[in-house]
């Protein structure tokens, strides 16, 4: 009952912010920074990242209503972004540029640097991009979003227990990767 009450609380903010630019440029500074991050672990792309999260609010905006019921609106978010990204993707064969999280925008880079130094955090980085990237969005979505595992399920359309079996078979791929770089 709670989750249906916020839902509505949610959609009634979209109707708002079709109709109120304040309204819409708070939303917008809330939520496009995650949803950037959603697209560009997709995309690989900033421009194209950026372009997928104005794409994704017009559209929104565009029919407020259809929000209402989707349950947590960030979890709703990263899921159009996510999905918008694929499509693009899959339209326009967008070569990945790889990108350098280092220069990634203010707020885009993971917080690893606040778990570890920034040797490690570097080397670590260097580690997930071997990742697939199924494995890679499930842990930018655990660890730099802080979902749990039933959002991160319904952004992905996954179960909650495989998104936990892939966090830790992931965690397990990484952690046997930097002991081999030890070695």
Request: net charge positive; aromatic share 8%.
């Amino acid at each position: 009952m709670v989750e249906r009450e916020q839902s509505e609380k949610d959609r009634r903010k979209w109707i708002r912010a079709a109709e109120d630019r304040a309204v819409f440029g708070a939303l917008f500074r809330e939520h496009a920074p995650g949803m950037f991050r959603s697209a560009f672990s997709v995309l690989r792309n900033e421009e194209e990242s950026w372009d997928v999260v104005q794409e994704s609010f017009l559209k929104i905006l565009e029919k407020p209503e259809r929000y209402a019921g989707r349950g947590s609106m960030r979890n709703f978010l990263f899921r159009v972004a996510r999905n918008a990204a694929l499509d693009r993707l899959r339209r326009t064969r967008v070569r990945a540029t790889g990108g350098d999280p280092e220069e990634l925008p203010s707020g885009s880079r993971p917080v690893l640097d606040s778990l570890i130094g920034d040797e490690d955090s570097a080397r670590l980085l260097g580690l997930v991009e071997r990742l697939k990237p199924l494995e890679r969005e499930i842990l930018r979505l655990r660890f730099e979003e802080e979902l749990d595992y039933d959002g991160i399920g319904r952004i992905l359309g996954k179960r909650a227990g495989t998104v936990r079996v892939a966090v830790n078979r992931s965690k397990a791929k990484l952690s046997k990767w930097l002991e081999e770089m030890e070695s």
